[in-house]
């Protein structure tokens, strides 16, 4: 693949680079010294929290963490809408050299159940009382407090800002888009490593207001968007939920970038005030791949075209397409700086597995060596993704290596055929998985949101795909499984054949 000191800024040199070089708080305290005046986060309410605020209040915060018995290493979840109150008590933990551990507030009781035990947590922030209840009776002797930390003792002088690169930060438990989530920690050292190769390949400054619409529990919005605000030292504008002239009329009053993932940058395109994106200095879109047909609406509404870029819980962000230059629909683009990226030998075919290392990628997962084991090769992380690079170093996503059909000693990529479903005009949504099958091995079935005919539909593929890869099973549904961040449930479906 292409080098990734493509990415970097002109004058500034590869081999001066020291990415990850300290604690994440370290890089925000040196930005809270630099300038304790700057807006670091504006509220729903318009509130506006200063650098030096943030530094005040964080450090009670720890005080009051401190009196309530946790401590460096404890791991504590962390379950509520974004607030002020959300991301000063975030901060404070990894001042207070704990973990965080960022749940899912759609998550169920059993779901949250697991990641408190299996985590091992000795406490949560929550604004959910019925989460609250089932942390409490699933941990008993768990710390369970508000945002805002209503309940917790007065704070008490403790020492803070102890953490060191290699101790972790965040408990990150994977989408589960195939089963039981597993636990990935990542470092102070990881995460600020990405943040700082975000900032670089994004040109990211000061003088950047986010509009941060994304949820505080996932990667893309804790990580990228928050992680990054403040290791730059930027402005986020926080926004509990995603409503899409919420985040035009922030994008009017100033806002300079966008996170999102494709459902968003969908809504936002078919809005009224969608000619309001060309304030943007730039819109970003991952989680899940961007349609080429988006794409090209959001190029044409924007005037520049959207950057999609790829990352992974257990990674932070790895790929992006260049700030300057080709940003190529369908491609995730070149290596960040200082990470690695190649292809593993083919599974059969063009596509492979891409392997990545770098200073944001984790050493393995949470009480899990056997999956830690088989997860890497050597300092390699297998990312199960599969992947291909065109002819000019553009890295495209194919599919997951798990998800793989294989019919008749023929590999399908559930995606390729997914884009040609959806690509017909009566099609809504559709997701594609392997039915087992005596003869075939697997056969081709494709889960459809729309009235088209199965004959109209055949045909429709008959004239794009190999026979191989047409489906040979179609099943009706009212709406395709996915987790919050659009990825599909392929399992969900799979029970169902």
């Known amino acids: 693949m292409r080098d990734w000191s493509e990415h970097l800024p002109a004058g500034v040199d590869p081999a001066s680079l020291r990415l990850g070089a300290g604690s994440l708080v370290a890089a925000w305290q040196d930005r809270w010294a630099a300038d304790p005046g700057q807006v670091l986060l504006v509220g729903q309410d318009g509130t506006a929290l200063t650098a030096g605020e943030l530094e005040e209040r964080s450090a009670a915060a720890a005080g009051r963490f401190a009196a309530a018995g946790l401590g460096p290493g404890d791991r504590v979840i962390v379950s509520a809408e974004a607030s002020l109150d959300h991301v000063v008590a975030y901060v404070a933990l990894l001042r207070l050299n704990a973990v965080a551990v960022p749940v899912n507030g759609a998550y169920t009781?059993?779901?949250?159940?697991?990641?408190?035990?299996?985590?091992?947590?000795?406490?949560?922030?929550?604004?959910?009382?019925?989460?609250?209840?089932?942390?409490a009776a699933a941990v008993p002797g768990a710390v369970v407090t508000t945002p805002d930390l209503a309940g917790l003792p007065p704070g008490v002088a403790?020492?803070?800002?102890?953490?060191?690169?290699?101790?972790?930060?965040?408990?990150?438990?994977?989408?589960?888009?195939?089963?039981?989530?597993?636990?990935?920690?990542?470092?102070?050292?990881?995460?600020?490593?990405?943040?700082?190769?975000?900032?670089?390949?994004w040109r990211w400054s000061p003088d950047d207001r986010l509009v941060l619409a994304l949820p505080l529990f996932h990667m893309h919005g804790l990580g990228v968007g928050l992680n990054g605000t403040l290791t730059v030292g930027a402005t986020a504008v926080l926004q509990p939920r995603f409503d899409p002239g919420a985040v035009l009329d922030a994008v009017r009053d100033g806002g300079t970038l966008f996170f999102g993932v494709p459902t968003m940058w969908h809504r936002l395109a078919a809005h009224p005030e969608a000619r309001g994106l060309a304030r943007l200095r730039l819109g970003v879109s991952g989680s899940a791949p961007l349609p080429p047909d988006l794409h090209g609406a959001i190029a044409e509404l924007a005037g520049r075209a959207p950057l999609e870029r790829y990352g992974?819980?257990?990674?932070?962000?790895?790929?992006?397409?260049?700030?300057?230059?080709?940003?190529?629909?369908?491609?995730?683009?070149?290596?960040?700086?200082?990470?690695?990226?190649?292809?593993?030998?083919?599974?059969?075919?063009?596509?492979?597995?891409?392997?990545?290392?770098?200073?944001?990628?984790?050493?393995?997962?949470?009480?899990?060596?056997?999956?830690?084991?088989?997860?890497?090769?050597g300092d390699w992380f297998r990312t199960g993704d599969l992947g291909e690079v065109d002819a000019d170093g553009y890295l495209h996503i194919v599919g997951r290596a798990k998800e793989l059909i294989i019919s008749g000693g023929y590999n399908v990529y559930p995606r390729e055929v997914e884009d040609v479903l959806r690509a017909h005009p009566g099609v809504v949504d559709a997701a594609v998985v392997g039915a087992p099958d005596p003869e075939w091995g697997e056969r081709v079935t494709a889960f459809v949101v729309g009235d088209m005919a199965e004959a109209e539909l055949a045909a429709w593929c008959g004239d794009r795909l190999a026979a191989y890869k047409r489906p040979r099973r179609w099943e009706r549904i009212d709406e395709v499984p996915r987790n919050a961040l659009g990825k599909i449930l392929r399992h969900v479906l799979a029970e169902r054949l």
């Open 158 to 201: 403790t020492p803070i800002d102890a953490a060191g690169p290699d101790d972790p930060a965040l408990l990150v438990y994977t989408s589960g888009t195939t089963g039981t989530p597993k636990g990935a920690p990542l470092t102070h050292a990881n995460l600020r490593a990405s943040a700082e190769a975000v900032a670089l390949a």
């Open 312 to 377: 992974m819980s257990e990674t932070a962000m790895l790929v992006s397409n260049p700030y300057d230059g080709d940003r190529r629909a369908g491609s995730v683009g070149f290596p960040l700086p200082a990470v690695d990226v190649r292809l593993a030998a083919s599974v059969s075919g063009a596509a492979a597995e891409i392997e990545v290392r770098g200073p944001n990628v984790f050493a393995g997962y949470w009480g899990r060596p056997e999956a830690t084991a088989e997860a890497f090769d």
């Open 109 to 135: 009781e059993p779901e949250v159940v697991h990641v408190a035990t299996d985590g091992r947590v000795a406490g949560a922030i929550t604004d959910d009382a019925v989460k609250a209840g089932w942390i």
